[in-house]
């Protein structure tokens, strides 16, 4: 019987490798470092199903190089290394994986809003560099209060609604804009939605949770941080183009906003002599937003399943283009 081709261009768990080899051939990327796109290329080649990652730019001359090309699936929500469309128009469907890491990005969204807004990296690196020489003061280390205060989320999709959920637990008031507004979950959860600008004017702290795409990229400039409050934390785990860093940066030197927690930066990774890195009032992760054991394993068993569904010409689980199936005809 004929197996198909796999290829998967970065380690993942094994036992989502388990699931594919039952299928199909499989072929890994075997180092940390990403393929570059020649060798991205070359690996793609033969193959049927390719499983991918963030880091991997799949657009013409790839798909060009990869004439066998059935399925591609990646082990992420955020799908701007992918030109879906021109995927749809070769027919082939892309799989992504939302839902299962939602919960642990909103996790980390709060984990970056406390830290920043507690002083907490700034103040563990003052106590292990040695500074701590006078046991307790009233006028040291003061942050901003997190509970009590409004956070304004642009991008309620999964994870902003999971941040707003997490929000409610310290009794902060949610206001919002999206695409798409949700009068249910505004009824249910009590979140308000109104426009960018109120948001950037009103909010304590801002999650910004849009994806990337051409009319979000640099969504949060110079223009917008003059907008918020000079109090305000703004907190991105989306993609580092979403906001335009040398206007942050700016932002966070003048004053125009307190302080920024960020898991993501154009360029990824942050070049080690960037002006963020300089701030103290910044918290830096690298790009971590998913990265539990339980919801990494569940985004690679997903993306296994969407990637053998593909393979097997049925519909995937979870599909970024689900137009393609009419042309698929399934
Ligand atoms: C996503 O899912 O888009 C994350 O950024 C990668 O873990």
Known sequence: MHR???????????????????????????????????????A?????????????????????AAPNLRVISQVAVGLDNVDVALATQRGIPVGY??????????????????????RVVESDKWVREGNWEIAHHPMFWLGSEVNGSTLGILGLGGIGLEVAKRALGFDMKVIYHSRTRKPEVEAELGLKYTTTNKVLAQADFLSIHVPLTPETHHLIGEKELKKMKPTSILVNLSRGPVVDTDALCKALTKGWIAGAG???????????????LGLDNVVVLPHIGSASNRSRREMCLLAARNLLAGLRGERLEECANPEVYQALGI
């Open 262 to 276: 960020l898991d993501v930066f154009d360029p990824e990774p942050v070049p080690k002599d960037h002006p963020v």
């Open 4 to 42: 198909p081709r796999v290829y998967v261009t970065r380690e993942i768990f094994p036992d989502a490798l388990d699931l594919i080899e039952k299928e199909a051939e499989l072929e890994v990327w075997p180092e940390d470092v990403p393929p570059t796109p020649e060798q991205l290329r070359e």
């Open 97 to 118: 994986t939302p839902g299962v890491l939602a919960k642990a990005t909103a996790d980390l969204a709060f984990a970056l809003l406390l830290a920043t807004a507690r």
């Open 44 to 64: 793609l080649s033969g193959v049927d199903g390719a499983l991918i990652n963030v880091m991997d730019r799949v657009d013409a001359v790839l798909l060009d």
